[in-house]
């Protein structure tokens, strides 16, 4: 103990300097080592190494986010994602693309959702529904529901069946901007109609026309057309015709 006391002791009497920043330096030494870093040569391997290795690790992100959608759209049953569905469907550029959106219902037959899912699927078209069955927070079965439509053998089961190219959205606010009460209807959306609902709001762009009836895809086009809209399904009538 008495070690101890004399160790604290002689502790409180030495006196700690304080520490002490180093002086700047000069304006030429400071010049002198900014013109130094100016004058280093970069190695332009090693550069374009790092450019090398920065592209392969933004490929292989882009991969693994592909496959991990995969997997996703696999364990709800869909073959292909949202986004591989909407490929030919709504395509970038300035042109203004008319995109058949064909308003249904989860109550309407499951043959005549695969029927219209077929005929979607060759004229470019998107199926919107207004809800999920059982409410928006059960998902399995709606995604029970998409399978039963988009799968191309009903006979199939599981993920590995093949599945329709098209998209099934389900968007309430379309309902509401066109006015849709009954199904199923057909409008020509200008623009994108698979962007999520939440994202968009009331002046988003809508059809100029809504045409209702159980009707053959290519029936409610032509309708659409003689209500003043042939420039709008020109193009989905087009894609019918050649298959």
């Known amino acids: 103990m008495e070690r101890v006391k004399r160790a604290a002791g002689k502790a409180k009497a030495t006196r700690v300097p304080s520490p002490v920043l180093p002086a700047m330096p000069d304006t030429a030494t400071q010049r002198r080592a900014f013109e130094g ?5 970069t190695d332009s391997a090693m550069s374009a190494r790092a450019e090398k290795d920065v592209t392969a690790a933004r490929e292989a992100l882009a991969a693994e986010r592909e496959a991990a959608s995969r997997r996703v759209a696999q364990a709800l049953g ?3 994602p949202e ?3 909407l490929a030919g ?3 970038a550029g300035a042109e203004t693309r008319w995109v058949p959106v064909l308003f249904v219902s989860s109550a309407m037959p499951v043959a005549t959702l695969r029927t219209y899912a077929g005929q979607l699927e060759r004229a470019g078209g998107v199926m919107a529904f207004r809800g999920m069955p059982g409410g928006m927070r059960q998902v399995a079965p709606m995604a029970k529901l998409s399978a039963a439509i988009l799968r191309i053998d009903p006979g199939c089961d599981g993920p590995a069946c ?3 190219d098209v998209q099934l959205i389900v968007d309430p606010l379309v309902f509401r901007q066109h006015g849709v009460t009954r199904v199923p209807a057909l409008a020509m959306v200008p623009g994108d109609p698979t962007q999520p609902y939440c994202e968009r709001d009331e002046t988003a ?4 026309h809504l045409v209702f009836g159980d009707a053959a895809l290519t029936g409610l086009l032509e309708e659409y057309g003689r209500l003043g809209g042939g420039e709008e399904v020109r193009d989905a009538l087009a894609r019918l ?3």
């Open 37 to 41: 870093l100016r004058r280093r040569k």
């Open 78 to 80: 869909l073959e292909q």
């Open 83 to 85: 986004a591989a569905a």
């Open 89 to 91: 469907v709504v395509s």
């Open 162 to 164: 093949a599945m329709r």
């Open 205 to 208: 762009p809508r059809a100029r």
């Open 241 to 243: 015709a050649r298959r």
